[in-house]
């Protein structure tokens, strides 16, 4: 059975910080591209960051680079979106992401609100 099991999100202020958890299980995480998207209310879904099987490659959205970092640990079957310098548009549920092949896993989103 897939799993993607996001954590971590939660309420704070402009400024701060966060770091989400993604869980993974039921698929072949260490060869799947992981994303993070977040999707804002009245907003389309958009993709925040990516990073390679391997880790050696990541893409940010321009809003969010500089402030945002993804990584992953293979071994645990897990990713991890740091973010820094929080906005109050920075508001939205974060979804955790997988791509292998023809295959795509989505997480059920973890609520990511700034404000003070």
């Known amino acids: 059975q897939v799993q993607l099991v996001e954590s971590g999100g939660g309420l704070v202020q402009p400024g701060g910080s966060l770091r989400l958890s993604c869980a993974a299980s039921g698929f072949a995480f260490s060869s799947s591209i992981m994303n993070w998207y977040r999707q804002a209310p009245g907003k389309e879904r958009e993709l925040v960051a990516s990073m390679s099987s391997y880790g050696d490659s990541t893409n940010y959205a321009d809003s969010v680079k500089g402030r945002f970092t993804i990584s992953r640990d293979n071994a645990k079957k897990m990713t991890y979106l740091q973010m820094n310098s929080l906005k109050p548009e920075d508001t939205a549920v974060y979804y955790c992401?997988?791509?292998?092949?023809?295959?795509?896993?989505w997480g059920q989103g973890t609520q990511v609100t700034v404000s003070s």
């Open positions: 992401n997988a791509r292998r092949l023809t295959f795509v896993y």
